[in-house]
């Protein structure tokens, strides 16, 4: 299994609603990320875990929380987001020092 | 911080001929990476070069990594429409394990 699933793969949400986005992989891949991608620019870091513990976190906003539940899970919990914040969510996973297998996405729209 | 540019931004070309974007570094990077992201999809992990002056190939892709590790290429050889997309390189440097991914070449092939 090379997959990296994420759910869902579009969401549009209210700037007061909570919202929770789901990533798994079974490669036992001990590194998980999250990205965020705008239209026409690179994937920007979020955050890492490593063994499961948050290591880098890349001064993002409160307001997206970062939970990893166990080594195959990755959860990124959304609150009070801004219209800004729209854009596609990438998580990925990765041997420490490999190379990173992406998942498709969730395409997110904060109204 | 670790720089990594990448040019061209965009480059059009017709089908059947040769393709090359080009990666550059500020500092030593420990390896390079490069990945293709299809419009609408996600990255996709081509291949990792680690060793100084290395030089890889896939079918019509050809992967160089700079003797001094502070530069990279990919070269496509006779381009064809399932070449299109955007191809990112991401270079692991300083220390960090994290790669930094360059702002993408985005490639059009004319039929």
């Known amino acids: 299994d090379t997959e990296v699933t994420q759910t869902p793969k579009h969401l549009v949400m209210g700037m007061t609603n909570k919202k929770s986005l789901k990533c798994e992989q079974h490669?036992?891949?001990?590194?998980m990320y999250w990205y965020k991608q705008k239209a026409k620019k690179p994937p920007e870091l979020m955050f890492v875990y490593s063994y499961e513990k948050l290591s880098i976190n890349e001064s993002v906003p409160s307001r997206f929380s970062p939970e990893c539940p166990n080594s195959s899970l990755l959860n990124l919990h959304l609150h009070a987001l801004q219209p800004e914040d729209s854009a596609l969510y990438l998580c990925?996973?990765?041997?420490?020092?490999?190379?990173?297998?992406f998942g498709q996405g969730t395409r997110l729209t904060v109204v | 911080g670790q720089q990594v540019m990448q040019i061209p931004q965009y480059q059009h070309v017709q089908e059947g001929e040769d393709f090359t974007t080009y990666c550059n570094s500020s500092t030593t990077l420990s390896n390079i990476q490069w990945y293709k992201q299809r419009p609408g999809g996600h990255p996709v992990f081509l291949i990792q070069l680690v060793k100084s002056g290395e030089v890889k190939k896939q079918k019509r892709l050809t992967f160089q990594f700079g003797e001094a590790k502070k530069n990279s290429s990919l070269h496509i050889t006779a381009t064809q429409t399932t070449d299109v997309g955007t191809y990112f390189c991401?270079?692991?440097?300083?220390?960090?394990?994290?790669?930094?991914f360059g702002r993408g070449t985005s490639l059009i092939v004319h039929p």
């Open positions: 490669m036992g891949h001990r590194a």
């Open positions: 991401a270079g692991r440097g300083g220390g960090s394990y994290i790669p930094t």
């Open positions: 990925a996973s990765s041997h420490p020092g490999g190379g990173a297998f």
